[in-house]
């Protein structure tokens, strides 16, 4: 049981500073004692002398080796002491900043009204004895918050683990015999975890070598897996441990132990998921490494994935080497060559075997646990580590297959999956017939187009401060452009189950160019001077085409949760590009008519989504507007993090479970007296909740109100914060009521959904 906060706040660690000193001396004493000082025989002398002395009779035999036999006892004493206080030394230098960095979270965590227990939690204060009224409760801190203080805390309880963990290993390695010094040295506790990692693997390789791995019993598989999750990110192990067992090895072991004759019951498939996670980390570190022998160990796997696998002491067929390792690609982020290298050959064996994935990946082999009877596609593990590899995915989705090769023409990785054009994928379905593997997809274009994993959890834009930054900035924005034009309708999502909520979060991040873009009404953005407003050129700004980004929301805005991350993320932008304005009230203004557009657009594709669907069902319709119209029920509780080179951004809610990062166009450098009215206004989109009960049902005209209402909120909070007086804030609600029409305009398909 690793360490709690209480337990690391109250070490004690004087006595092991004491130890430390001590040991430090012990080591000087025993050196002394072993070569010698300050003109006074040692041991090293004393052996030399001994080996030069001129021995006859029994002292030739017995003297010169017990002499000799000492002196090295003497310089081995010397050695653990050294290793000893090394070992003891890096302890203590850890175990102070662990404790010293959970003090300083701790503290700031109290600063902000956050209470964190002996557990980890974070928890927002309660209230003061007495105090009902949610009005008269200090404000607490958001749900975001929370979660970003836990796993800082989680963090260092685990660091501080870790530190234990290998300093009580070390120790008893050097202890292990009472009457020998002998032993390698050890130079501090990075030295100890390199051997430890390397034993393990050595020792669990030899094990998996004698064969047999399915007949491991419950308590065998809960060790090892134990121990993968020690050593997992310890790079001496999972280099050890991949090379020992071979690329080819490493398919056997997984296909043997995953999928015995007879199957696994549900117990044993659960041991099976942490194998299956803590291996798929396990590799991936390892393919980091760029030495020999793991360069070999790539090659290796990569040729085998077109060979069967059928299990040992079996014939036949069985899984091929693609379907196996792609399943150990689920967790871990992979080496971008080797994702390169893997995913350029399994796209091309699938190409060129002469009939469709669904027949290729036949194989019934359980290699996911729990089973979820999933067809076994490659496919779908390998666009699952892409989605965890953000510049291996970026550059898959630009490259290309075929160039020739074998008789195949050359085709884009982007439209051989997206389905766009003649020679496309076809996903294999699964048990219900419907196609799997899209949300993989959706995970890869997500990483690829967003510049951070997926599934990241505490997601950030990535910097825009070098030439190599920017480059990339511009390839994120030019992918971006082709899933927008490709994804322009709601048929073209709901065919492809699962990608809707990574084309939601894709959105949501590029806000930013989708407001630029719809800021062009009728080509007019560059006499309106566009690219000044949204400084286009600073934040590196693409234009997608008006009618592909028409296209592109309106079929996101026919659901209802794609439809949200949209408008969280597009609110928050609009606000942030209002305070990015300064002084400068006429464009502040002119920004926010910019976002009542896009709003405009939104709900009137959202509305007429929800006519659609529930035209004989008038009811259902209505709670469906009413939810629409307080559609802000956060998942995370806003919050802006400053991040360096990308100005502040946004953590808002997203579809799915994950979230996404919104950028906002001003800067952290920005005055609080020019953000703060757009602080208060992402303020407000954390405290909306829609209102589901059975009551809530005014129709269609409540959601319209409510979606105006919406639209108007950057615009309110600006004419408040700047004091407008009631003729100047009409003359704004005149524009606002224009621009809102006109985003309607752009998705009115006369009720009909696209």
Known sequence: MGLTVRQLLDLQLGGLKATVDDWQSMARRLRALATGTDGDAG???????????????????????????????????????????????DAHSGLTRHQDALAAVIADATRRNIHIN??????????????LAQEDRPEGPTKSELAAVEQQVARILREADETDRVAARALRALSRDRHDFAGRPVAGLADAAARQGAADAKYWAAKIARGDVAGWSDDELGRFNEMLGLQRGNSAFTEAFAVALGGRGTLEFWRDLSSPEGGVDAARSGLLADTQDHLSMTLASATHSESPAMDAWKRDVISAGGTYFPGEGRTGTGPYGFQIMSSLMNKGRYESGFLRDYGEELIEFERRYPADPEVVWRSRATLDHPPDGAPNDPMAGYLEALGHNPEASLKFFNDATGEGRDGLARTDNFDYLVGKGDDVRAWPPGED?????????????????????????????????????????????????????????????DAQPGVRD???????????????????????????????LFDAKGRHLADFGQSDTVNFLTAL??????????????????SSLMAAQGDRHEDAIDAGMAGTVVHGLLDEARTEAIGKEYADEADERNRELEKQGEWRSYAVGASVAVVAGAGAALVVPAA?????????????AQGATETAWATNTIDWLSAREYDNSEDARQGIQRAQREGERNAMVPLQNFAEARGMGPKEFRDVERRAYVSYAQGGHFADSDNARF
């Open 43 to 89: 041991a090293k002398q004393l052996d030399a002398r001994a080996r030069k002395a001129d021995w006859s009779g029994a002292n030739a035999q017995v003297g010169r080796g017990f002499v000799t036999r000492t002196a090295g006892e003497f310089n081995d004493a010397a050695a653990a002491a050294r290793s000893v206080h090394a070992v003891l030394r």
């Open 118 to 131: 002996d557990k980890g939690g974070a928890q927002p204060p309660s209230a003061p004895p007495g105090v």
């Open 433 to 493: 017939g419907e196609p799997v593997g899209h949300d993989n997809l959706g995970h890869a274009l997500e990483s690829a187009t967003l510049g951070y994993a997926y599934d990241a959890r505490n997601p950030s834009p990535p910097p825009m401060t070098t030439a190599a930054d920017i480059e990339a900035r511009e390839a994120r924005t030019a992918l971006t452009a082709r899933v927008v034009d490709h994804y322009g309708s709601a048929e073209t999502i």
């Open 502 to 532: 990574s084309l939601a979060r894709i959105a949501a991040g590029h806000v930013d160019s989708i407001s630029y873009t719809m800021a062009n009404f009728g080509g007019s953005g560059e006499l309106t001077d566009r690219d000044g």
């Open 557 to 574: 805005a026919s659901e209802k949760s794609s439809y949200d991350t949209v408008s969280a993320a597009q609110q928050a932008y609009t």
């Open 656 to 668: 799915g479970a994950a979230a996404v990062v919104a950028p906002l166009a001003f800067d952290a």
